[in-house]
């Protein structure tokens, strides 16, 4: 059993930054793709960003795109998403996600095996 934990998040203005972390135990994290999804108030949770197994490859979602950096390391059994440029609609509660297999499509969210509780991100303007 795969437990993540998140953590990073906070208060920023518009413009700033932040670093969000997703820490794994009960399970080596490379042997997963990992992402992270966002929820807004009000809004269904949303894809964000992904990385596969060996980092080589990650995507984004439109809206991240440029400012957003996925990573992972094996190391530390972490993954890591930088946010730059961040946006008053950035806010929303981050939560990273495991799936087995990184594919050429981002799969539907019930193929994520493992989630995290989740960490609060909010963007004042």
């Known amino acids: 059993q795969v437990e993540l934990v998140e953590s990073g998040g906070g208060l920023v203005q518009a413009g700033g930054s932040l670093r969000l972390s997703c820490a794994a135990s009960g399970g080596i994290i490379s042997t997963y793709a990992m992402a992270w999804f966002r929820q807004a108030p009000g809004k269904e949770r949303e894809f964000v960003a992904e990385i596969s197994r060996s980092g080589i490859s990650q995507r984004y979602a439109d809206s991240v795109k440029g400012r957003f950096t996925i990573s992972r390391d094996g190391a530390k059994n972490t993954v890591y998403l930088q946010m730059l440029s961040l946006k008053p609609e950035d806010t929303a509660v981050y939560y990273c996600?495991?799936?087995?297999?990184?594919?050429?499509?981002?799969?539907?969210?019930?193929?994520?095996?493992?989630w995290g509780q989740g960490t609060q991100v909010t963007v004042s303007s």
């Open positions: 996600a495991a799936t087995p297999t990184y594919r050429t499509y981002v799969p539907p969210q019930s193929e994520y095996s493992y």
